[in-house]
C-alpha cells in the first residue's frame, strides 16, 4: 500500500478556537455507582454523604450525591477530545467553580464550552491564554456544575 494522509484526532488550536461561540461536548456521560465510589476512596474523601448508603438518607437529599470533584473533573473532561486534545501547553487555574444542583448516581451529564475571551501569550510564542466557561447540566437539563478555566495552548504549526 502506498503511503496515505493520516488525520490525528485533536484539539483545537489557539488559532482556531474562536471567542463568543459555544462548543457543545459529545457524547454525554452517565455516571455509576462504581465512579463515585472509586473516585472518592482514590482521593480519600471519605465524606459520608458519598459513602455511607443509611446515613445519606436521613439528609435533605435522601440518598447518597455524587463526589463534587468527580463532577469537577468530568466538567473539564468532557471538553478534552473537542478543544484541547494535543494542543494544550497547560492549566494556568480554575475558578469560579460552582454546583447549583447535586449530581446523583445514575444521572446523564453534558457538557459546553463557552469562550469569551482568547490572547497570544507575551512571554510564549506560539501559544496562547484561552479562557474557557465549562457549564454542565444532567439529563433534565438542569445546571449541576460550572467553571471558568484558563489554559495555555498551542499556535497552530507549534507542535510540541
Known amino acids: 500500500m502506498g503511503a496515505r494522509r493520516r488525520i490525528v484526532q485533536r484539539g483545537l488550536y489557539f488559532d482556531e478556537i ?11 456521560r452517565t455516571v455509576t455507582e462504581a ?5 472518592t476512596t482514590l482521593t480519600m474523601n471519605t465524606q459520608s454523604l458519598h459513602l455511607d448508603a443509611a446515613w445519606s438518607e436521613r ?5 447518597r450525591l455524587v463526589n463534587s470533584m468527580f463532577t469537577l473533573s468530568l466538567l473539564v473532561g468532557l471538553s478534552v477530545t473537542q478543544l484541547t486534545q494535543g494542543t ?11 454546583f447549583p444542583s447535586p449530581v446523583r448516581v445514575g444521572d446523564t451529564l453534558y457538557a ?26 444532567n439529563q433534565h437539563d438542569t445546571v449541576v456544575a460550572t467553571a471558568r ?8 504549526g507549534h507542535h510540541e
Open 112 to 137: 459546553e464550552t463557552a469562550v469569551p475571551s482568547k490572547r497570544l501569550s507575551s512571554s510564549r510564542p506560539g501559544e496562547g491564554i484561552v479562557t474557557f466557561l465549562h457549564t454542565m447540566r
Open 149 to 156: 478555566r484558563t489554559t495555555l495552548v498551542l499556535l497552530s
Open 88 to 98: 494544550i501547553v497547560a492549566n494556568l487555574g480554575l475558578t469560579d467553580v460552582a
Open 35 to 39: 465512579d463515585n465510589v472509586l473516585f
Open 59 to 63: 439528609t435533605e437529599f435522601g440518598e
Open 18 to 28: 474562536e471567542e463568543g461561540v459555544s462548543y457543545v461536548h459529545a457524547p454525554g
